[in-house]
T-cell receptor
Framework: RKEVEQDPGPFNVPEGATVAFNCTYS??????FFWYRQDCRKEPKLLMS???SGNEDGRFTAQLNRASQYISLLIRDSKLSDSATYLC???????????FGQGTELSVKP | GAGVSQTPSNKVTEKGKYVELRCDPI?????LYWYRQSLGQGPEFLIY????????DSGLPNDRFFAVRPEGSVSTLKIQRTERGDSAVYLC??????????????FGEGSRLTVL
């Protein structure tokens, strides 16, 4: 079983749609969680951290369910510029390496 | 430039050859990471340095892969006897502090390795 699992998609949605991505992780002792964004043929960049209480950054909402070992990212009012691959990322212990999921591809159409 | 710099950006080599990939992290960043990414996959962890020492090399696939960071800044990933399965984009990232406490790794644009 992979340490971090995501639905690879692609998700094809119209502009203005709400889309949700899910991710599960296998290590129950994992310390911290993040979403990264990767544009085509570019390097990954941090989108947002994920906190136990849930957190929001504009149109983006991230949630964590430690009991279910499940992370989600919700994008409201999708824009064409949101088209990218979204990577679920887990830090198995404080400091150290980050483990990336396979990524979920999002394509927002006009 | 202020970002992570990786060279070469593209490398084509023949099976069995030796390859070196270089990473110049953001100045002052103590932590440096190597990942590799195949098409349609997420970045796969290879090795992580804290200063000059390898803090975690559990992701190196076999003993053909080796990385160094002798002065705690520039790092070189070395691949011996390359195989076609080594073809991927090799990504380097750095972060300011020990480990990835903030979750923010600053990635370079990667070195695309093609083994024929």
């Amino acid at each position: 079983r992979k340490e971090v699992e995501q639905d690879p998609g692609p998700f094809n949605v119209p502009e203005g749609a709400t889309v949700a991505f899910n991710c599960t992780y296998s290590n129950s002792a994992s310390q911290s969680f993040f979403w990264y964004r990767q544009d085509c043929r570019k390097e990954p960049k941090l989108l947002m951290s994920v906190y136990s209480s849930g957190n929001e950054d504009g149109r983006f909402t991230a949630q964590l369910n430690r009991a279910s070992q499940y992370i989600s990212l919700l994008i409201r009012d999708s824009k064409l510029s949101d088209s990218a691959t979204y990577l679920c990322v887990v830090n198995p212990r404080q400091g150290g390496k980050l483990i990336f999921g396979q990524g979920t591809e999002l394509s927002v159409k006009p | 430039g202020a970002g992570v710099s990786q060279t070469p950006s593209n490398k084509v080599t023949e099976k069995g050859k030796y390859v070196e990939l270089r990473c110049d992290p953001i100045s002052g960043h103590t932590a440096l990471y190597w990942y590799r990414q195949s098409l349609g996959q997420g970045p796969e962890f290879l090795i992580y340095f804290q200063g000059t020492g390898a803090a975690d090399d559990s992701g190196l696939p076999n003993d053909r892969f080796f990385a160094v960071r002798p002065e705690g800044s520039v790092s070189t990933l070395k691949i011996q006897r390359t195989e076609r399965g080594d073809s991927a984009v090799y990504l380097c990232a750095s972060s300011p502090s020990g480990g990835s406490n903030t979750g923010e790794l600053f990635f370079g644009e990667g070195s695309r390795l093609t083994v024929l």
